[in-house]
Nanobody, 120 residues
């Protein structure tokens, strides 16, 4: 079994910063692709940023220059540094990962989400 646990969500004022973390645990051999998604109320879940095990990353246009994605492969952990937050960044942020387990299978997993609210 593999679990993804997000943390770091909070209420923050516009212009503020937050750092989200996603920790993967369980029967893990390797994690190639990890990503952050977000879902605002009444809207679809959208990709925010992604990163491979080699560190190649992609950031969506809506957050370019404000958000940075990184990961610690040794600790199976991914981060999202969010700066200059705007009210439209308010959403539940989800971690997603393609995990190869000791069974030899590669499966896609989701975390439970962490709430980010940007409001004055």
């Amino acid at each position: 079994q593999v679990q993804l646990v997000e943390s770091g969500g909070d209420l923050v004022q516009p212009g503020g910063s937050l750092r989200l973390s996603c920790a993967a645990s369980g029967s893990i051999v390797s994690i190639y692709h990890m990503a952050w998604y977000r879902q605002a109320p009444g809207k679809r879940r959208d990709l925010v940023a992604s990163i491979t095990s080699s560190g190649r990353s992609q950031i969506m246009d809506s957050v370019t220059g404000r958000f940075t994605i990184s990961r610690d492969n040794a600790k199976n952990t991914m981060f999202l540094q969010m700066n200059s937050l705007k009210p439209e960044d308010t959403a539940v942020y989800y971690c997603n990962a393609d995990v190869t387990s000791h069974s030899g299978m590669t499966e896609n997993y989701w975390g439970q989400g962490t709430q980010v609210t940007v409001s004055s």
